[in-house]
Structure formats: C-alpha cells, structure tokens
C-alpha cells in the first residue's frame, strides 16, 4: 500500500493506469475527478442510485402510506421526521441505506473520509426540506441532477460535500474493507 501511495503521490495522472469511471462524464473535467483516479474509487451511476431510491422507497412505504391514511400537518412533518432519521442514521453508521447496501454504492465526502453527523445531518435535512417543502418536485429534481452533473453528484450531495461510490466492482475500498458493515 505504502508503494501505491508514494507512486501515486510522485507520478502524473496521465502515466497511472487508472480510469474513473462515470458514464455521464467526458473526461476530467474538475480536479475531482483526478481526485477520484488517485483513490480508485468509482462514481455511481444515475441509475444505481435511482435503484437505491426506490428500494429505500420500497421500505419506507408502510410508513409512507401510514401517514398517507392521516392526511394532517402533524402526521407530514412526522413523515419528514422519520425519512430524514432513517438517511441520516444510516449514513453516518456506515454510509448505506438499504436501497444502497443492495445496489452495492455507499457516500462518501469529497476528502475520502466517512461521512461524519453534522455531514450526514446536513445531507439528509437538505434532501428532506427539498423534497417536502416542494411536495415532492423538488427531491425528484435533486436526484435527476446526477445525471447532468460532471462528477454525479445530486443537490444534496453538492452542499454536503459528499460523493455516491460504487463499492461492490472489486475497486480498492478506501476503508480498507469491502463491506463497511463487517467492520462496525
């Protein structure tokens, strides 16, 4: 690891055999993503992370059509409540939801460190005001964003400085383990 390291600190981008890969970029386009070519890591697609939404959407729905049945503005904002608990618990326990777990991609911050609580509490109430305060329009559009965006990133992820990683393609694990939950 520690030749890796000193290689990768010591040689230029263009002679690593290294190569991002996201599906919507062309190329370095932002310090970022030469970031990302000395860490290995790989950007999650749009559609991994649409996956991901609609399985978290999947588990969530008791809850969702729990509160539906009690169309009242107590009952949304206890909704809001628990959806921002359930991202915000579980990213900062190991940077997966379900949805994630399963479509094999995990957040990450910009710096290749864990996500800490202010981070993932930031992230999560961002997505949440979003998605509530516009009924809905607002965290669809957040999420569409990783789509155009040169280094994947949704709304959320921008003001949290935090990235969504393929974790699960045999690429180097910044962590050092493939399965961040083995190792809590």
Same mark, same amino acid.
Request: aromatic share 10%; proline share 4%; glycine share 10%.
């Given at each position: 690891?520690?030749? %890796?390291?000193?290689?990768?600190?010591?040689?230029?981008?263009?002679?690593?055999?290294?190569?991002?890969?996201?599906?919507?970029?062309?190329?370095?386009?932002?310090?970022?993503s030469s970031d990302m070519a000395?860490?290995?890591?790989? %950007?999650?697609?749009?559609?991994?992370?649409?996956?991901?939404?609609?399985?978290?959407?999947?588990?969530?729905?008791?809850?969702?059509?729990?509160y539906a049945l009690l169309p009242?503005?107590?009952?949304?904002?206890?909704?809001?409540?628990?959806?921002?608990?359930?991202?915000?618990?579980?990213?900062?326990?190991?940077?997966?939801?379900?949805?994630?777990?399963?479509?094999?991609?995990?957040?990450?911050?910009?710096?290749?460190?864990?996500?800490?609580?202010?981070?993932?509490?930031?992230?999560?109430?961002?997505?949440?005001?979003?998605?509530?305060?516009?009924?809905?329009?607002?965290?669809?559009?957040?999420?569409?964003?990783?789509?155009?965006?040169?280094?994947?990133?949704?709304?959320?992820?921008?003001?949290?400085?935090?990235?969504?990683?393929?974790?699960?393609?045999?690429?180097?694990?910044?962590?050092?383990?493939?399965?961040?939950? %083995?190792?809590?």
């Amino acid at each position: 690891m520690g030749r %890796l390291l000193t290689r990768a600190l010591t040689t230029d981008l263009d002679d690593l055999p290294i190569r991002v890969s996201a599906p919507h970029a062309r190329g370095p386009q932002s310090v970022k993503s030469s970031d990302m070519a000395r860490s290995k890591v790989t %950007l999650a697609s749009g559609g991994r992370r649409i996956g991901a939404a609609i399985i978290d959407g999947v588990v969530l729905s008791p809850v969702i059509v729990g509160y539906a049945l009690l169309p009242t503005v107590s009952a949304t904002l206890w909704l809001a409540v628990f959806c921002f608990g359930y991202f915000a618990t579980h990213h900062v326990r190991s940077g997966r939801t379900f949805g994630k777990y399963f479509m094999g991609i995990k957040v990450m911050s910009t710096d290749f460190a864990d996500i800490g609580i202010w981070t993932a509490v930031w992230r999560a109430g961002f997505a949440t005001l979003l998605a509530f305060l516009t009924a809905g329009i607002g965290g669809i559009i957040d999420l569409a964003w990783s789509f155009w965006d040169p280094d994947g990133q949704t709304l959320h992820d921008k003001v949290a400085n935090t990235w969504v990683i393929v974790t699960d393609q045999g690429e180097v694990d910044p962590y050092g383990t493939s399965d961040p939950h %083995l190792r809590r």
